[in-house]
């Protein structure tokens, strides 16, 4: 018999008023729908599902209306036929009362299905199948935290299972949501285990429910005997003892072993599921039907028909209570969950999540308001009570001081917040909230210091950054002092620079965008990696974290590429016009505005000078005359420029416009690379001219020099040759190359700049040698000085050939 | 005579002896750099926002550990002050006014339309946490802000706006409560709340 | 009608409130009582009535100055409880002053000062206790002599204890008798045996007083147990490591050394071990804690009584032990769930 199988103990636990009769006098009730239905955004553990609807659309029942947001997230589902009514912040259910966001129903009464897709040969498909379907089918955990099922099943791949454990102790008093499931779904949740078992694979399975409900009990013995399941499946009655629903306690009620501190039940082999997900389980597999209702305990004294009864999420508290029968003269705490782990609502308006097992409405006879706490007195009820073998008091102790870290070593963070020790305290001492307090207390101070350390790291970059370019500035003035070529080479040197750095700064911009975005990308793969792997080890708290750190590296990615996207384009911009006139409207927006602040400014100086009566009042009266008549001739310059602006770029809009047109760009951009290619050809000319002379000098000399000339021909060569390829290709008037060829034709313009500007670098050093040589050498004078004028010929031909380039490039 | 003579000896040979031994030991367990700077460095919030005075917060770790006030820090607040008293084991003061009051945490927030692209703001920012590019507007990563205000100042048109990091329901904590009874009466300590409890 | 807002659970245990814990510990005290004042006249009444007025007096005041509500703190019992346990560990006929100091040295010094209630590392009836057996070592050390050993009279009637107690005049002498610790004690050279023959401290019906005394507390501190106000850790500990000194040396030298029976059943021996011993705020708190900290108090007490300058050493062995309660805390964690071992000490950084 199934019963027989060894039932171990946890520490402490209490045995407080069951209560449980009041919800089971009536049969399951089945509320009308409601006026409308809130479906709050993130109803599980994790992300917020991402809507898909939008305000106004009609959905028909079953149809999902919002999807998963990362991996750790769920989807949600219409619970009814209606229209989308709005997409808003609503009060949740949650302790604080805040709003989060939620989508709003409106039904139409017509509960017309979508079509359904069950899966009914679940058994042939793969597992991973199956997984994928519930996580469309929006399965979440529903005794409690909410944690989405997949990911919990998908932990389970990995690891080699020994027992899946079916919570159906429901310990807490009041709620008997599980008990009325249990009798009225026997089947669906049998089936259910079956197929969770398919997907588990382990060695046992196991079902642990608390001898307080002898009908569900018996009702699951037969449906296991009708089945001939009672080997594979063990129904195991454990005696009545809060908290024994605890997942951890449930476990070592079980199979006597403990979940490691900080970790998860598949790290010992061990995966449990609560009743409500298996037949959640069978109903979305079978049936098709995804997770739309929930059964909820409905009780308290002050409701005239406790009950439990069937409902669709999203319904609002008001309505269920309405519809059992509550007193609002009566009703003193409203507690969504049991009295020992729920939490209070002030909002009727909240609506039923996929967590919510039980709506509590108390009287104040029922849960009367708290003593005045009094000071711990050390009596160690509560140590006796703690599952968690934890010592409260001691805990109380440290949060109270706020020595969090001793809490810390006290092991805070492994109570799990059943409240048996503010059950027993003697001295009403709110001992879990002081817990919940430290608790989040710790948390923020580690994400501070996360915080901290990571804004330490940017600075301390930054720092090296700027510091690194003052150096690399510094090393330039100190490089440009020291040759002292001609006056007029410099100033065209000079005057090239600003224009040819144009280009190169953005093109340098676009470059490091590039190696950023490459950087991101690698640690954006680098961190998939480390969630997939958290995911198949079920950390739900690093998934959470890094599922935040892949969308933030996914945004970064983002940024990056919409930044490269801006810059990219900047140095092949040709309508230079628009951005001049805009850079002047803004630079008059700016003096307007520092003009203004003047006048605050010395307004405000005449007042103090008012106050004290001092002499430079009038000065600064006139100070004030002409500082306003400046602003407001900078307004009207302003207007005047602005309309002119807006003619301009109506203008111009027309014109890019027609620009824009794929042949109008293609043609642009043939006409630039013909452009290109005829200097090119003139280069190269320029160089075989140069080169014959020298060879009709007959001077080996000068052969160093005619090599150079020379590679540089053949460049020149190959690069015409490359253009015109180039603009064979165009000529065809194929659509898309036309943007890259723009982007690339200014590099080799460019280069060749640079190129030449190395030649004429080389050529002076050449003939500063040479002068050197020939003060050290005054015996071989007249070889130099031969050498000499040659090297200054050359170096004369490189530059006029620089300038040259740095003008075509200057057209461009 | 000689007794004391002896004795005087044989103390200034021990103090020699000593001497010699405690600046061997100098020497030889000498610790490389100044650890303690490190550790006031790793308390202080590191937001860079120079509100004690000094160009960042390292500076001022320095300065703590040369023996300047331990309330210079409005961002750190009083759990930051507290924190330095437990490490340099000095009573924890209440934070200087003159340095600027504690606020909630705060992101900076620049209007964007009205943003001229001028990149003064981006070269304040110690963190690197502005976007943005000569004439094209720019935008703050919230994720990377300290709430540090220094991109306030140099904004020629104003346009970069403090606002508070909210409670979302995700962020939210229960709060502390009050204790037995707890009254204003001061007379013996332990009726004193810690000084961290200012800060909540 | 608003809803409340607050934390859970909701529900509470009812009726077991921090008054009730007090008035139950002070319930329990009764059998003791009503032996004792059986055995030793009504001195030990009077002398509690006295210590509750001081206690609740000083508690009253010290409560003004610190801006606390009154009525709040003095409806806990805790100072009535404080005042119960020194009435009885004084000797019945000490002067009305000597109460009154000890118990308002209790309250102030020992409580209120530490922050009061939950707040005081030492257990503040002995603190009182100690002071004045510190201060006034001779009417602290003359106990009466059961009624039917001294003179045919029957107890110590009420109006002579009253006006022994209130005008401080010396005890008639002839009531007075060494308790039979003390009378061990000054057994001089004497062998055991010899003692138990000769002195009049040490005769059968003295021992079988303080038997009785000390089976009435046994059975107030069984009922402690019964209500699951106690655990059994400290006061098993503490009479467990009594009487293996006791029996260890009874063993060794069995012709000076009393039985471990004398040991457990003399004294405050009962007393100590269920009233004194496991207040809980000065005490250790995990089980395993208690453990050590009443053996400590077992060996403590054997250590004093033997070689000691005092008779009997129960406030003395508890205050040294609410020295060590915090380091015997900070080395006695139980193992938490999920954890291979228990955590020890009060190291701080390595809880990951």
């Known amino acids: 018999m199934s019963s027989a199988a060894t039932i171990f103990d946890f520490h402490g636990g209490i045995h407080p008023e069951q209560n449980k009769t009041q919800s089971l006098q009536l049969p399951l009730g089945k509320p009308k729908l409601p006026q409308e239905l809130i479906l709050p955004l993130g109803q599980h553990i994790g992300q917020a599902s991402r809507p898909l609807v939008h305000v106004g659309d009609y959905v028909l029942k079953g149809q999902t209306i919002a999807i998963n947001n990362g991996f750790l997230s769920s989807f949600l589902h219409a619970p009814t036929s209606g229209h989308i009514k709005a997409i808003e912040e609503k009060a949740i259910a949650h302790p604080s009362g805040l709003q989060d966001a939620c989508i709003v129903l409106e039904p139409d009464n017509q509960e017309t299905w979508c079509e359904l897709h069950p899966l009914p040969l679940w058994q042939e498909s793969t597992k991973t199948d199956v997984l994928t379907y519930l996580a469309e089918m929006g399965i979440v955990g529903m005794g409690g935290a909410g944690f989405p099922t997949q990911v919990k099943l998908q932990g389970a791949q990995k690891n080699n299972l020994e027992y899946l454990i079916i919570n159906a102790a429901e310990c807490e008093p009041y709620i008997t949501a599980d008990d009325m499931l249990i009798r009225e779904k026997t089947a669906q949740l049998v089936q259910g285990i079956q197929i969770l078992q398919f997907l588990a694979e382990a060695n046992e399975v196991l079902i642990g429910i608390e001898d307080n409900k002898p009908k569900a009990i018996e009702r699951l013995q037969n449906e296991l005997r009708i089945r001939h399941l009672e080997k594979q499946i063990k129904l195991v009655v454990v005696p009545t003892k809060y908290p024994s629903g605890g997942e951890k306690q449930l476990i070592q009620l079980l199979t006597d072993q403990e979940v490691p501190s900080g970790k998860h039940p598949i790290d010992i082999g061990i995966i449990c599921q609560n009743v409500g997900t298996c037949v959640a389980i069978y109903d979305a597999i079978v049936l098709g039907k995804p997770l739309i209702s929930r059964i909820t305990t409905l009780t308290g004294d002050a409701l005239s028909q406790p009950q439990n009864v069937e409902v669709l999420l999203g319904t609002p508290i008001e309505h269920l209570l309405n519809y059992a029968g509550c007193d609002a003269s009566q009703l003193q705490r409203l507690i969504m969950g049991g009295p020992m782990m729920g939490f209070t609502l002030e909002n009727h308006a909240v609506p039923v999540v996929k967590t919510t097992n039980c709506i509590l409405a108390g009287t104040a006879k029922e849960l009367p308001q708290p003593a005045p706490e009094q000071a711990c007195i050390r009596c160690g009820m509560c140590e006796q009570v703690c599952p968690a073998s934890l010592l409260p008091q001691q805990l109380l102790w440290f949060t109270k001081s706020q020595e969090f870290e001793k809490a810390e070593h006290y092991n805070l963070f492994d109570c799990i917040e059943c409240g048996a020790c503010s059950y027993v305290c003697p001295s009403n001492i709110p001992l879990v909230q002081y817990y919940r307090h430290g608790k989040s207390e710790i948390r923020e101070a580690r994400e501070a210091n996360i915080k901290s350390d990571h804004a330490k790291i940017r600075f301390e970059a930054r720092k090296a950054r700027q510091e690194a370019e003052a150096a690399e500035k510094e090393a330039k003035r100190l490089a440009r002092t020291k040759p002292a070529p001609k006056k007029d080479h410099d100033k065209k040197v000079a005057a090239g620079t600003p224009e040819a750095a144009k280009p190169s700064t953005a093109n340098d911009a676009s470059k490091k965008l590039k190696i950023d975005i490459a950087i991101a990308k690698a640690k954006l793969k680098k961190l998939e990696k480390a969630l997939t792997t958290a995911q198949e080890e079920e950390r739900s708290e690093s998934i959470s974290q890094l599922q935040i750190e892949v969308d933030e590296q996914k945004n970064t990615l983002s940024q990056l590429e919409t930044e490269l996207s801006t810059v990219a384009p900047a140095p092949v911009k040709t309508a230079k016009v628009t951005n001049s006139e805009e850079a002047a409207i803004k630079q008059l927006k700016i003096d307007t505005a520092i003009a203004k602040a003047a006048v605050k400014k010395i307004e405000k100086a005449i007042k103090r000078a008012e106050d004290i009566n001092a002499p430079e009042l009038g000065e600064l009266n006139q100070q004030l005359e002409t500082a306003t008549s400046r602003a407001a001739e900078l307004d009207k310059s302003l207007t005047a420029a602005k309309d002119a602006f807006e003619k301009s770029s109506t203008e111009k809009n027309s014109i890019t416009v027609e620009r824009k047109g794929p042949s109008d760009t293609d043609q642009v951009a043939s006409k630039k690379l013909k452009i290109d290619i005829a200097i090119a050809n003139a280069a190269v000319k320029k160089a075989k001219k140069n080169i014959d002379a020298m060879k009709s000098d007959g001077l080996d000399e000068s052969a160093i020099e005619a090599s150079g000339l020379t590679k540089k021909l053949n460049e020149n060569e190959a690069k015409v040759t490359a253009l015109q390829a180039q603009l064979a290709q165009l000529t065809p008037s194929s659509t898309n190359t036309s943007s890259d060829t723009k982007a690339e034709a200014p590099n080799p313009l460019a280069d060749q700049i640079k190129k030449q500007k190395i030649a004429v670098a080389l050529a002076k050093a050449q003939l500063s040698k040479l002068n050197k040589k020939l003060e050290k050498e005054p015996e071989n004078a007249a070889e130099i000085q031969i050498a000499i004028s040659e090297k200054q010929a050359a170096q004369m031909v490189a530059e006029t050939e620089l300038s040259q380039l740095l003008n075509t490039q200057e057209k461009n | 005579m000689t007794t004391i003579l002896i004795a005087v000896g044989i103390l200034l040979l021990l103090s020699l002896i000593f001497g010699a031994i405690l600046g061997f030991a100098n020497v030889r367990f000498h610790v490389e750099g100044d650890p303690i700077v490190e550790q006031i460095d790793a308390i202080l919030p590191q937001t860079q926002c120079g509100q004690c005075g000094h160009p960042g917060c390292r500076p001022y770790a320095e300065a703590i550990a040369n023996g300047e006030a331990i309330n210079h820090c409005p961002p750190g607040g009083q759990a930051t002050i507290q924190a330095l008293a437990d490490l340099l084991d000095v009573e924890a003061i209440p934070l200087d006014g003159d340095h600027g009051e504690e606020t909630a945490k705060r992101v900076a927030v620049i209007r964007e339309d009205e943003c001229i692209g001028c990149t003064k703001c981006i070269q304040a920012c110690p963190v690197d946490a502005i976007l943005g590019a000569a004439k094209q507007m720019h935008t703050v990563i919230a994720d990377e802000c300290t709430g540090c205000d220094l991109c306030i100042e140099p904004c020629p048109v104003d346009c970069i706006d403090m606002v508070e990091i909210g409670v979302t329901a995700k962020t939210w904590s229960w709060d502390k409560p009050v204790g037995p009874m707890s009254r204003p009466g001061n007379l013996i300590a332990t009726d004193r709340q810690p000084s961290t409890e200012a800060s909540h | ?352």
């Open chain 3, 1 to 352: 009608m608003a809803l409340l807002r607050i934390t859970s659970p909701h529900t509470q245990r009812a009726g077991r409130k921090t008054s009730w814990v007090m008035l139950m510990v002070i319930a329990a005290t009764v059998p003791g009582l009503v032996v004792q004042t059986a055995l030793f006249g009504w001195g030990t009444l009077v002398n509690i009535m006295i210590a509750i007025v001081a206690a609740l007096a000083s508690e009253a005041l010290i409560l003004k100055l610190r801006q606390r509500s009154i009525a709040f703190f003095l409806k806990d019992y805790s100072a009535v409880l404080t005042a119960v346990l020194l009435g009885l560990a004084l000797p019945p006929s000490v002067p009305w002053w000597l109460t009154v100091t000890a118990a308002s040295f209790a309250i102030i010094f020992a409580k209120q000062v530490y922050g009061g209630l939950g707040n005081n590392p030492f257990n503040p009836a002995m603190v009182g206790y100690a002071i004045v057996l510190v201060s006034f070592p001779v009417p602290m050390t003359q106990w009466l002599g059961s009624a039917d050993l001294v003179i045919a009279q029957a107890t110590l009637p009420l109006t002579d204890s009253l006006a022994a107690i209130l005008s401080s005049a010396p005890v008639i002498d002839s009531y007075t008798m060494a308790t039979p610790l003390d009378a061990f004690k000054h057994k001089e050279s004497l062998m055991s045996s010899e003692a138990f023959a000769s002195i009049e401290g040490l005769s059968t019906a003295n021992l079988s007083n303080w038997f009785y005394v000390n089976m009435a507390y046994l059975l107030g501190g069984l009922a402690l147990l019964y209500l699951r106000i106690i655990t059994w850790h400290t006061p098993v500990a503490f009479l467990g490591a009594l009487a293996v000194m006791a029996s260890l040396f009874y063993m060794v030298d069995s012709s000076n050394a009393a039985t471990p029976y004398f040991h457990l059943t003399t004294g405050a021996a009962m007393f100590g071990a269920f009233f004194i011993a496991t207040d809980p705020v000065s005490s250790c708190t995990s089980n395993k804690g208690k453990l050590f900290y009443g053996c400590g108090i077992g060996v403590l007490i054997y250590i004093i009584r033997t070689w000691g300058g005092y008779p009997d050493a129960i406030a003395f062995a508890v205050l040294l032990m609410n020295f060590a309660a915090p380091f015997i805390d900070y080395y006695s964690q139980p193992r938490a769930y999920g954890h291979t071992k228990a955590k020890k000490g009060l190291k701080i950084g390595d809880s990951k």
